[in-house]
């Protein structure tokens, strides 16, 4: 459980950044060596910390970026924000199984460079058919991953985010959860 930094002094518990918990945790998963995986993430816990702990155990990785972002293309020599750059996309098409209200329906794909992170790819989406409005940027170290699958399983992800809304609310997790260790404690128990 992520407890705040005034908590912790509080309490006299060691305080630990969310990133630090990431990290540890992305170390301590034990899983067969058969088994591959892909570790998907919000634009939050896009860093070179996170990123070079899954690397480190051979991990691939996708994540959503931030729109303010700035990436250098693949033979290019000036950085360019995402902003900028949406508008001059060559939108393609994208057909894909999903389950969602509003899934992507175009899409745009290319290589780059984020700072700290290195050579990756970079997929944009949008629910609109011209891209002009409602896009997002994803971004992975699977460079030969397809622009489709980066989006699809980037979407599967949803069903986190809906897990955590309707537990707040079937379990009173409400706005105080990170507010009092105390409170979390005794409603977990």
């Known amino acids: 459980i992520y407890i705040r930094k005034e908590e912790c002094k509080e309490w006299g518990l060691k305080f630990e950044t969310k990133l630090d ?57 000036k950085w360019q924000n995402f902003q900028n750059y949406v508008p001059t996309i060559d939108w393609q098409g994208l057909t894909y199984a999903t ?36 896009w997002a940027a994803f971004c992975t170290n699977y460079t030969n991953l397809p622009m489709v699958t980066v989006v699809s399983r980037f979407e599967k992800r949803w069903k986190i985010e809906v897990f955590f809304k309707e537990a707040r609310k079937c379990f009173a997790l409400g706005r105080w959860q990170y507010r009092n260790i105390v409170s979390v404690v005794s409603h977990l128990c």
């Open 21 to 77: 918990m990431a990290n540890e945790m992305i170390g301590k998963l034990r899983l067969p060596r058969e088994y591959q995986v892909s570790l998907m993430f919000d634009n939050w816990y896009l860093n070179e910390q996170v990123t070079e702990a899954a690397e480190k155990r051979g991990w691939k990785w996708i994540s959503r970026c931030a729109r303010n972002r700035s990436v250098l293309w693949e033979g290019e020599k």
């Open 99 to 134: 389950n969602r209200k509003n899934p992507a329906v175009v899409g745009h794909q290319r290589i780059g460079y984020l700072k700290k992170l290195g050579r990756i790819k970079i997929v944009f989406s949008s629910l609109v058919a011209d891209g002009s409005e409602k």
